[in-house]
């Protein structure tokens, strides 16, 4: 594909490297052409490498293979996971994972992203639901300011709440930066 041609969030190769684009802007220099100012993340080691493409420029496009798996369960830093469709089994480790799995409760389900028949990317849900196993009582006079309190969920992470959370509540946890939501009814 052409270098005009790319959006955020596409995979490409780069030098036999697979990337997705976090971002690229159109600029104008001086002298000569208009370049593609563009920024990749490294999909298997997270790095962030910047580089530059003229617009007639090409660029590997690469196809990942989204699946639906669910997280069964983790053993010290392997996470075991299997695929919906074909109910195999296959085990991830902390790097390959992510920060994700101090979210995830048996059972939930996510999409991993494979390319050439291995697991590159883990795509957790955007929020979790969790019951809170410990926080300190609430305390008076709280409410007036926003003050958060401290609090264990049942995967065992720990996050802030607003003071009137109790233990034994079901709240809704965004995955991507670790903040409470909201309460949850059941």
Request: proline content about 4%; cysteine-free; charged content about 25%.
């Amino acid at each position: 594909m052409k270098a005009n041609e790319m959006k955020k969030g596409m995979t490409v190769t780069v030098d036999g490297t697979l990337y997705t684009i976090t971002d690229y802007q159109h600029v104008k220099l001086g002298k000569g052409g208009a370049v593609y100012q563009t920024k990749l993340r490294n999909l298997t080691d997270g790095g962030i490498r910047d580089i530059r493409l003229r617009s007639e420029e090409n660029i590997e496009q690469a196809y990942l293979d989204k699946r639906n798996f669910e997280y069964l369960y983790s053993a010290g830093s392997e996470h075991v996971l299997m695929d919906l469709e074909t109910y195999d089994q296959i085990t991830l480790d902390d790097e390959q994972f992510g920060e994700g799995a101090i979210y995830l409760k048996p059972n939930d389900q996510l999409q991993v992203s494979m390319y050439q028949e291995k697991p590159v990317q883990v795509i957790l849900p955007n929020t979790v639901d969790v019951v809170v196993t410990d926080t300190p009582p609430e305390i008076k006079g709280a409410t007036a300011t926003n003050q958060y309190k401290p609090a264990t969920i049942e995967t065992g992470a720990n996050i802030t709440v607003p003071p009137f959370i109790k233990v034994g509540e079901k709240i809704r946890v965004d995955t991507r930066t670790g903040e409470y939501v909201t309460r949850v009814k059941d």
